[in-house]
């Protein structure tokens, strides 16, 4: 595990999902503050506790770990117009991600 992207991605896929740590405590049975450091990186959950952070924020494990960068998530209920603009936006990071890589 990379350590250290694992609370900003488990964070990042939590705000994709519109969820408050208080709401994904819920669904995992555990309390606020056990997200909390899970996404401050004072504390990692068990392999139990990763797939039911995969099967509630519908990411992949390797995504979460740091063994992926390929995030995958569902952008229901948005127009084909707004669709498109966050698919340019994410395309636009990446392109910008590669040009700051390269220096």
């Not at 004072?42 to 494990?61: A, G, M, Q, R």
């Not at 229901?76 to 991600?97: K, P, V």
């Amino acid at each position: 595990m990379k350590i250290d992207v694992f609370g900003e991605r488990l964070k990042a896929a939590r705000k994709i999902k519109n969820m408050t740590q208080l709401g994904l405590s819920a669904r995992l049975d555990v309390s606020k503050g056990t997200i909390s450091a899970y996404e401050q990186a004072s504390s990692y959950p068990s392999i139990e506790t990763v797939v039911k952070l995969c099967e509630v924020l519908v990411v992949s494990s390797d995504y979460l770990l740091g063994l992926s960068d390929n995030l995958t998530f569902e952008i229901g209920g948005l127009t084909d117009e707004q669709r498109n603009s966050i698919l340019q936006f994410i395309s636009t990071l990446e392109t910008a991600d590669r040009i700051i890589s390269k220096n």
